[in-house]
């Protein structure tokens, strides 16, 4: 795909495709943050496709990860994942616009093949590596857009890393129950919704179920029931996947 689309648009520079599953596409993003901070380009163009398939499909059922309903994250009866297609383009330049990427972090934990560090350090390790990157304490945050697939194991070691971070302060949701987990796809695609949240003045997206249907084992974080507007124009977005490989990058509204 990388390649198609640098030929299309008649493009040259450096041209790769990064495949770290479910933090594939904010890795594209924090890959080119990187090429502009060490001027070998002048624009970059990055994101993220994935579509469905068969194969991806059946692996996620053989794993027992899908939900035959819409997923439920952090919801004490969530049962996995609703599977969705995406693709999502985003322009990295050094020049002033509406959104900047103020900081990006990764880890790579490297706990287990598919499942998380339960304890989510390698997670808290990528958000704190952003906010250290763009100057920022957590509290300045006024939204974070959880990685949230409504896994067992997920949700709870989230819900820890953000925890220790930031408390229960900071609002907070999953949009996947709107998108489906876009897989490949899901960094740039909830970088795109974070950018819609900062420009559009968007209420903050908001789990649909009742407080009494929180799971009270889980670490208390701000998880947003009820939609609410922006306080602070400043976004976390974390994507996290398989292999331990965690990313967060932190988007803020431009001073106009």
Not at 30 to 45: E, F, K, N, P, S
Not at 190 to 212: G, I, N, R, V
Not at 225 to 234: F, K, S, V
Request: glycine share 10%; with cysteine.
């Amino acid at each position: 795909t990388s390649v198609a689309l640098q030929r299309y648009l008649g493009w040259s520079g450096p041209c790769f495709t990064v495949s770290t599953a479910c933090s594939s596409a904010a890795k594209a993003i924090l890959a080119g943050q990187r090429l502009l901070q060490a001027d070998v380009c002048d624009v970059v163009l990055v994101g993220g496709i994935d579509t469905l398939c068969s194969l991806t499909f059946n692996g996620f059922d053989c794993l027992e990860s899908l939900s035959s309903e819409r997923c439920r994250p952090f919801a004490a009866d969530r049962d996995g994942i609703n599977i969705g297609e995406a693709a999502a383009l985003c322009l990295l330049t050094r020049e002033p616009g509406p959104v900047a990427l103020l900081g990006a972090g990764e880890s790579s934990d490297a706990y287990h093949v598919s499942a998380p560090h339960p304890e989510g350090f390698g997670a808290e390790a990528a958000m704190r590596m952003a906010l250290e990157q763009g100057g920022l304490q957590p509290g300045q945050v006024g939204y974070i857009n959880l990685h949230g697939t409504g896994t067992r194991l997920n949700d709870s070691m989230e819900a820890k890393a953000v925890h220790r971070l930031f408390g229960d302060k900071v609002p907070c949701s999953s949009t996947k129950a709107l998108t489906g987990h876009t897989l490949g796809a899901a960094g740039a695609t909830e970088a795109a919704l974070a950018w819609l949240l900062l420009t559009e003045d968007l209420p903050l997206p908001h789990q649909s179920y009742a407080a009494s249907e929180w799971d009270e084992s889980l670490a208390p974080i701000s998880l947003l029931l009820a939609p609410q507007p922006l306080a602070r124009p400043l976004v976390l977005s974390n994507s996290f996947a398989f292999g331990g490989n965690n990313v967060s990058l932190l988007l803020a509204r431009s001073e106009p």
